[in-house]
């Protein structure tokens, strides 16, 4: 099971990026999402797929007629935080904050309440029960914000959170320390580890029974600026593979089957 998510994000925010945590100079910058977003719509449109789309609260804001393209197609619509930062950096009045300010602006353009979180960079850990409380509060009964190394428990995982529960699907890595099914590792990776990593059974011969799967829009442009914000690293890092990521995830999502989270919950509640 390929569960098929999106962080719909500008090319400028990155997790280097958050040290302009007004995003007052983020206007001002030339946008590439609308356009990049397009092509994931096309190529899911091209293979009949649903995904779900986490949605930064500032791209809501500034180019609303963006989502409600994504809803209109029938696709999920979760929460990316509003200012992209890193969660476990804020206080819990400013993590609220954050989440209702991105919560609200969906909410205005859909019509519908959201139910489902990402926090920037998976950046929440099972123990940051502070962050699950403030999410429950708010509506959040689905989360995907946490890694796991190596993971061997069953999953989804229900973590508790107050009086309620909520359910997490963590990005899972690999063992060899890092993710390996979405966003930069994703491009850098050669394509004989790809295709280890995505090979349809595992050691015992089992069907892999989950796998996350994530990217942004900036993951398919080979054209992302370069500035001078980021790092040589950084800038590098924006544009490697860019040229054939969607291809090689395409080859993938032809071959093996994929669902929304939404799905994945439903799948998950009729197993029980």
Known sequence: M??????????????????????????????????????????????????????????????????????????????????????????????EKDLVKCLEHLKDITGIPVTAYRAPGYSLKIKDHWAFEILAANGITVDSSVQLWNNRVSLPMIIEAGDSQILEFPLIKSSFGFPYSGGGYFRAMPQVFLNHFFKETDNGGSREQYRLLYFHPRDFDPENPYTNLFSAFRNMLNKYN??????????????????????????YTNAK
């Open 2 to 95: 390929n569960i098929l998510t999106f962080d719909i994000e500008d090319w400028f925010h990155t997790h280097e990026n958050r040290k302009f945590l007004s995003g007052h100079i983020w206007k001002d910058l030339p946008s590439r999402v609308e356009d990049n977003t397009e092509r994931i719509l096309d190529m899911l449109d091209e293979l009949g797929l649903k995904a779900t789309f986490f949605i930064l609260g500032w791209v809501a804001e500034y180019h609303p007629k963006l989502v409600e393209r994504i809803h209109s197609k029938g696709h999920e619509i979760a929460a990316h935080s509003h200012w992209h930062h890193n969660a476990r950096l804020l206080s819990p009045g400013d993590f």
């Open 242 to 267: 860019t040229d054939a990521c969607m291809s090689r995830l395409k080859i993938i999502l032809s071959n093996q089957n994929s669902c929304t989270i939404g799905e994945a919950v439903i799948r």
